[in-house]
C-alpha cells in the first residue's frame, strides 16, 4: 500500500514537472480564499507571527495575537496563508522566557500598545516546509 509520505513525495514530484513544463500550459494558482479563524494552520501562523516580531523587537515585553482581520489561503506550489492580525502588548517581560499563553495582555494605559501585521507564510507540505515570506507590522 502507498504511504502518505510516498504519496505526497508523488505529489511534489508532479508539481515540479508542471512547474517545468508552465512556460506554454501554466500551472493556474487558485485565488485567495478566506479560511476560519479556528483553522489550526492559521493559529500556527498567527503564533510564528507574534514569535518573529518579539524575536526582532527591542522591546522589554512580549507580544502576542489579539485580533486577525484577513485570514486566506491561496495554493500556489503548496499554501499560502496571507494574514492581518493585530499584536499586542502583554503583562510578560521578554527575560523571563514565559508560555505566551500564560500571558495576559497590559491594562489601559502607557504600556497598552497594538501593532497592525500582515503576514505571509508558504508552507510546503511534501517538504515538510514552512516560510515566512513577509511579516511586516506598523504601531
Ligand atoms: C531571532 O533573531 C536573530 C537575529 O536577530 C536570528 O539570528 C534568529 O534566527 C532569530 N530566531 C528566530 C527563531 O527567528
Ligand atoms: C472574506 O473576509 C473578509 C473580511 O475578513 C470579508 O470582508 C469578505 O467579504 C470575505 N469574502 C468572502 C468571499 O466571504
Ligand atoms: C504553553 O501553554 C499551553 C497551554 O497552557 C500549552 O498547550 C503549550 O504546550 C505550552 N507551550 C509551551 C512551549 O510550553
Ligand atoms: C518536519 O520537521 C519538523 C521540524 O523541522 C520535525 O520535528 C518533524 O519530525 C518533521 N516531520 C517529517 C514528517 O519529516
Not at 493556474?28 to 501562523?45: A, E, H, W, Y
Not at 497590559?106 to 508552507?123: A, I, K, M, S, Y
Amino acid at each position: 500500500m502507498m504511504g502518505l509520505k510516498t504519496l505526497l513525495s508523488l505529489l511534489g514530484v508532479l508539481e515540479l514537472m508542471l512547474a517545468a513544463g508552465g512556460r506554454h500550459g501554466r500551472l493556474m494558482p487558485g485565488s485567495p480564499t478566506n479560511i476560519s479563524r479556528k483553522d489550526p494552520v492559521l493559529r500556527q501562523v498567527v503564533l510564528r507571527a507574534a514569535c518573529s516580531f518579539n524575536n526582532q523587537s527591542n522591546d522589554a515585553f512580549l507580544f502576542k495575537p489579539s485580533a486577525i482581520h484577513r485570514a486566506q489561503r491561496q495554493v500556489v506550489k503548496g499554501v499560502l496563508y496571507i494574514v492581518d492580525l493585530e499584536i499586542s502588548r502583554t503583562v510578560c517581560s521578554k527575560r523571563d522566557n514565559n508560555n505566551l499563553s500564560n500571558c495576559d495582555f497590559q491594562p489601559e494605559g502607557r504600556l497598552q500598545q497594538t501593532f497592525q501585521c500582515h503576514t505571509e507564510v508558504w508552507v510546503i507540505p511534501w517538504r515538510n516546509e514552512t516560510r515566512t515570506l513577509v511579516l511586516d507590522c506598523k504601531p
